[in-house]
C-alpha cells in the first residue's frame, strides 16, 4: 500500500528525518513512537507532502507520491493533523462535507448520492449525528476532534494518516475513536499510520510500531519486539516496566517514578498480628505488594490489611465475596485496601512464626482445618466436596520479591505444606491414601518491597529453605492442634 | 425554505430596491417606469439613461467587486477584518491609477483598459507585498499582523500618491477629484471599461469557492483535502486583485465595502464560501447603490465623496468585529 524508500526531509534549511525506510501492507495499522523531537509528526508531514522531502521516494500503491494530483493524492490518502484552526464558523454537516472535495469535480460539482452516503457514514461511525446542525465552535475539543475524523473518514481515502488522533480527549474518547479507525481498518482495508505519543495506546491498536530516535528509525516490529524494557528505556530516557495488556496479547509499559517519598523503614515482625475470637488480623504500616488466592482482592495489588476471618462451619451465603466486603467495612477495613481470607477453624489456633534469614526475617501464619482433605493425584475420583475445612497459608516477607520470586514462593510453600500433612498422615477420607492438601486452600505472600532484592525463591535459595521449613513446621503445627481440637488421636 | 434561499430572495429583493430607489430618487423625482415606457418624457428618459443609469450601474459593480474580494480575501487569510481597504490593496491600486495619469502611460493594444490594468498590477503587487512581509514578522499571520501591514503599505503608498499628486500640474485636477472616491459622472463609458475585468475575476473567485471554504481549516489541512493550494491561491489574489484594481481604476478608494457586506452575510446566512460569494456581491452592488444615493441626496446640492459614506457604516463594523474576534480569543 505504502512504501517509503529512504526518504530524508523537514523544513528549509535543517533535516530532521534521515533515511527513513518502511513499508506498510493493506489493512495494516502502523504506529510512530518516538521521544520528541524525534521527528515523529515530521516524518508524517513529509509522507503526507506537507514538508520538503530532501531524498527518497513515497510510493502509494506502487505510484510515487510526486505522480498524484492534488486532487488524486487526496482521494488516495486522508490526514488527520494535530491541530485544527478554523476562522469563521461552519456547521458540522459542511465541515465533514469537505471531505468529499477530492470525489467532485466539474464546474457546478454537484453533490451525488455517493457523497451524501459518505457523509452520513462518516457522521454515524463517529457519533456526530445529532451534532450535524451545530456550530463546529460550539463544541467541545473533544468533539471537534471527531469531527475533523469524520471529515477525514468521509474522503474515504485506503490510506489514512494519523497525528496524535487522541490528543486532548478523555480515555472514553480516545477508545471510542481508536475503536472506531481500528474497526475501519479490519473491515474496510484502511492502512493506517499514526503517530502516538501514549505507548501503551500505539501497542495496544497497532499491528506493527515504528520507533524513531533523532530522525532516524530504532526499531520497526510487532508490538512485542518495540515495547521492550531496555528499547523504550533507552530511547525514552525514563524507567518504565513492561508488563502484559490483560485482555490482549499486547506489551504495555508502567513508568516508574525516581521520587524518593520517605517511606517507613519498619520492619514486619510477628508482632504485627493481632489474633481474636473470630480474626486473624495483620495490619502493615504501609502497603505491601501481594499475590494471593484470596476471597477479597485475589490476584496481584498492594494492600495493607490482611484478614483471616473464621466463619462457622455450616456458613453458607450466596455471594462469599459481596458478605465479606460487608463484614470487613463493618470493622472498618477497606475494600481497596484489604486481602480478605476465611477459615472454619478456631483463628486462635492459629500458628504464627517469624524466621530470620540473612537478609531480613519472614513472617508465616498457617491455619488448618483438614476435615475436607484430599488427595490431588486422586480428586478425579471425587464428585463434588463440602468446602469446610481449609488450610490458608501466609508468607509475609521484609525484602524485594522479583516477578519469579512470587511465583516460586508459591510453589516452594506448597511443597512444604503436602510434605507437612504426609508427615501427620493426613488422610484423604474417601480414599484412604495420603492428602496433599484440602479442596479449598489458600495462600498469600506479601513483601514489603524494600530492602534486599530476591530474584530467586525457589528449595535451596535462602529464602525459599526457611519458606520451606517455616511452612512446613507451622503446617504441622497447626494440624497438630486441629487433631486435638477435634479431639483425634495424636 | 432553508436560509441559504431565503438569504438569495432577500439579497434579490434588496438589490432591484436599490436600483429602483437610485433612478428615481433625486433632484429631479423619475419615476422608474422611464427605463420601459416608450413613451415617457424626453427629459425624463434622458436622465435615467445618461446620468442615472451609469451610475447605478457602476456602484453596483464596485459595491460587488469590492465585496466578492473582501470575501475572498477573508478566507484566503482566515482574517475577518481582511478587505481590499485595510490590507493596503486598494492603495496599492491608487499608485497604478495615479502612476498611469501622472506619466500619462498609454499602451496601445490596451487603449481605454490602460488604467485598469495599471491599477490591477498595484493592487496585486501590493496584494503579495503584504502577504510577504506578514508571513516574515510572523508565519502564523495573526490577524493584528496582516492589518498592521496593511496599514504600513497603505501609508507608504499614501505618500507616494500625494508625492506625484505634488509634482503633478495640469493633470492635478483629474487625479484629485478621482482619488476621493465617486461614481458620479462616469458615463457608461466606464462600465465598459470596467465590465470585463469585473467578470473575470468574479469568475476566478467563483470557481475557487469550494477551496475557499476548505481554506477556512488552513492551508495544510486544504491541502490533505486535495486542494492544489499554490494554484488556487495565486487564482484568489488574481481574482481579487483585479476586482480591486478595477473598482479603484473607476471609482477611486473607497473603503470598508469588502468589509462590511460579507461580515454581515455570514452573519445572516452562515459562512458556506459558496454562497458568502455570490450573496456578497449582491448585496455589495446593493450597498454602494444605496450609499451613492445617499451621498449625493444627505446635503443636496453638494455631494459627499461617497467613501465618506462607506467609512461611516464600515469603520464602528470594523472596531465591532475586532472587538468581537479579540473576546473569542480567535484568531
Redo the contacts between chains.
Keep these: 500500500m505504502l512504501r517509503v524508500e529512504n526518504v530524508s526531509g523537514g523544513y528549509d534549511r535543517k533535516i530532521i528525518v534521515k533515511n527513513v525506510s518502511f513499508e506498510v501492507e493493506k489493512g495494516e495499522m502502523l504506529g510512530i513512537l518516538g521521544p520528541n523531537g524525534s521527528g515523529k509528526s515530521t516524518l508524517l508531514k513529509v509522507i503526507?507532502?506537507?514538508l520538503h522531502m530532501e531524498t527518497g521516494n513515497v510510493f502509494i500503491e506502487g505510484k510515487p507520491v510526486k505522480s498524484y494530483?492534488?486532487?488524486?493524492?487526496?482521494?488516495k490518502?486522508?490526514?488527520l493533523?494535530q491541530l485544527?484552526?478554523?476562522?469563521?464558523?461552519?456547521?458540522v454537516r459542511?465541515?465533514i462535507a469537505?471531505?468529499r472535495?477530492?470525489h467532485?469535480s466539474g464546474?457546478f460539482?454537484s453533490w451525488s448520492n455517493e457523497d451524501e452516503a459518505a457523509v452520513v457514514e462518516a457522521m454515524k461511525l463517529t457519533a456526530m449525528e445529532r451534532y450535524e446542525h451545530q456550530m463546529l465552535?460550539l463544541l467541545s475539543g473533544g468533539e471537534q476532534q471527531r469531527v475533523f475524523v469524520a471529515?477525514a473518514l468521509a474522503?474515504q481515502a485506503p490510506l489514512l494518516l494519523l497525528d496524535e488522533p487522541t490528543n486532548h480527549l478523555d480515555i472514553a474518547h480516545q477508545k471510542q475513536l481508536l475503536d472506531t479507525i481500528k474497526t475501519q481498518a479490519i473491515e474496510k482495508g484502511i492502512t493506517i499510520i499514526s503517530v502516538f505519543h501514549d505507548i501503551n495506546l500505539a501497542s495496544l491498536y497497532c499491528d506493527r510500531l515504528l520507533l524513531m530516535e533523532q530522525g532516524e528509525v530504532k526499531v520497526i516490529g510487532a508490538p512485542h519486539e518495540v515495547v521492550k524494557k531496555d528499547q523504550i528505556e533507552r530511547v525514552y530516557k525514563a524507567r518504565i516496566s513492561t508488563n502484559p495488556h490483560p485482555e490482549r496479547p499486547k506489551p504495555q509499559i508502567t513508568i516508574l517514578p525516581d521520587v524518593n517519598e520517605k517511606r517507613n523503614e519498619m520492619l514486619i515482625t510477628a508482632a504485627n498480628f493481632q489474633v481474636s475470637a473470630d480474626l486473624v488480623i495483620f495490619q502493615a504500616e504501609t502497603q505491601l505488594k501481594t499475590w494471593s488466592s484470596a476471597v477479597i482482592n485475589a490476584g496481584s495489588g498492594w494492600y495493607k490489611n490482611f484478614v483471616n476471618r473464621r466463619v462457622d462451619a455450616s456458613y453458607a451465603c450466596d455471594n462469599v465475596q459481596e458478605e465479606m466486603l460487608v463484614y470487613l467495612a463493618h470493622r472498618g477495613f477497606s475494600e481497596t485496601d484489604t486481602v480478605g481470607m476465611m477459615t472454619a477453624v478456631k483463628t486462635t489456633d492459629a500458628v504464627i512464626k517469624e524466621y530470620d534469614t540473612p537478609f531480613g526475617s519472614i513472617v508465616i501464619m498457617v491455619t488448618a482445618g483438614v476435615g475436607n482433605a484430599v488427595d490431588v493425584s486422586r480428586a478425579y475420583e471425587v464428585e463434588m466436596l463440602p468446602a469446610i475445612g481449609t488450610i490458608n497459608t501466609w508468607i509475609i516477607v521484609n525484602g524485594e520479591l522479583s516477578d519469579e520470586a512470587f511465583i516460586q514462593s508459591v510453589i516452594t510453600a506448597t511443597e512444604a505444606k503436602t510434605k507437612a500433612l504426609a508427615f501427620e498422615q493426613v488422610k484423604d477420607p474417601r480414599t484412604g491414601t495420603i492428602a496433599t492438601g484440602t479442596s479449598t486452600d489458600s495462600v498469600l505472600i506479601a513483601a514489603t518491597q524494600k530492602g534486599t532484592h530476591i530474584p530467586y525463591a525457589g528449595p535451596i535459595t535462602e529464602i525459599g529453605k526457611k519458606i520451606g521449613f517455616g511452612v512446613y513446621e507451622c503446617t504441622v503445627e497447626a494440624i497438630q492442634v486441629y487433631k486435638k481440637a477435634k479431639g483425634w488421636e495424636l | 425554505m432553508n436560509k441559504t434561499l431565503i438569504g438569495y430572495i432577500l439579497s434579490i429583493i434588496a438589490l432591484f430596491v436599490a436600483i429602483w430607489l437610485g433612478v428615481s430618487v433625486g433632484s429631479v423625482k423619475v419615476p422608474i417606469s422611464t427605463l420601459w415606457d416608450t413613451g415617457a418624457d424626453a427629459i425624463a428618459t434622458n436622465i435615467v439613461w445618461k446620468i442615472r443609469m451609469p451610475r447605478v450601474v457602476l456602484a453596483g459593480l464596485v459595491g460587488a467587486s469590492l465585496a466578492i474580494a473582501g470575501a475572498a480575501f477573508?478566507?484566503l487569510l482566515?482574517?475577518?477584518l481582511a478587505d481590499p481597504y485595510t490590507l493596503g490593496v486598494s492603495s496599492g491600486a491608487s499608485v497604478g491609477a495615479v502612476a498611469t495619469l501622472f506619466f500619462g502611460i498609454s499602451v496601445p493594444f490596451l487603449g481605454i483598459y490602460t488604467l485598469p490594468v495599471f491599477s490591477m498590477i498595484g493592487a496585486l503587487v501590493t496584494m503579495l507585498l503584504v502577504i510577504s512581509f506578514a508571513k516574515l514578522v510572523d508565519r502564523s499571520m495573526k490577524m493584528e499582523t496582516i492589518i498592521l501591514t496593511g496599514i504600513i503599505f497603505s501609508s507608504f503608498l499614501g505618500s507616494v500618491i500625494s508625492l506625484m499628486i505634488a509634482l503633478t500640474g495640469e493633470e492635478l485636477r483629474q487625479i484629485i477629484g478621482w482619488l476621493l472616491g465617486s461614481v458620479s459622472m462616469r458615463g457608461w463609458s466606464f462600465v465598459q471599461m470596467a465590465l470585463p475585468f469585473i467578470i473575470i475575476g468574479t469568475l476566478l473567485l467563483w470557481?475557487n469557492r469550494?477551496e475557499l471554504?476548505?481554506m477556512?481549516?488552513?492551508e495544510?489541512?486544504a491541502?490533505?483535502?486535495?486542494?492544489?493550494?499554490k494554484k488556487r491561491k495565486m487564482m484568489i489574489l488574481i481574482g481579487g486583485s483585479m476586482l480591486t484594481g478595477t473598482a479603484v481604476a473607476v471609482s477611486g478608494t473607497i473603503g470598508f465595502v469588502g468589509l462590511v457586506v460579507p461580515h454581515m452575510t455570514?452573519l445572516l446566512f452562515?459562512?458556506?464560501n459558496r454562497h458568502v460569494l455570490p450573496l456578497s456581491f449582491i448585496n455589495g452592488a446593493a450597498l454602494l447603490i444605496v450609499c451613492d444615493l445617499v451621498s449625493r441626496t444627505i446635503i443636496s446640492p453638494t455631494e459627499l465623496p461617497i467613501g465618506v459614506i462607506t467609512a461611516f457604516i464600515g469603520a464602528p463594523v470594523f472596531a465591532f468585529i475586532f472587538f468581537r474576534q479579540r473576546k473569542?480569543g480567535?484568531?
Design positions: 503526507s507532502g506537507i494530483s492534488s486532487k488524486e493524492l487526496a482521494k490518502m486522508a490526514v493533523p485544527h484552526s478554523h476562522a469563521f464558523s461552519h456547521s459542511d465541515t469537505l471531505g472535495y477530492p467532485q464546474l460539482s465552535d471529515q474522503q | 477573508q478566507g482566515k482574517n475577518p470557481l469550494r471554504n476548505a477556512l481549516f488552513g495544510e489541512r491541502m490533505h483535502l486535495g486542494v492544489n493550494v455570514r452562515g459562512s458556506d473569542k480567535g484568531i
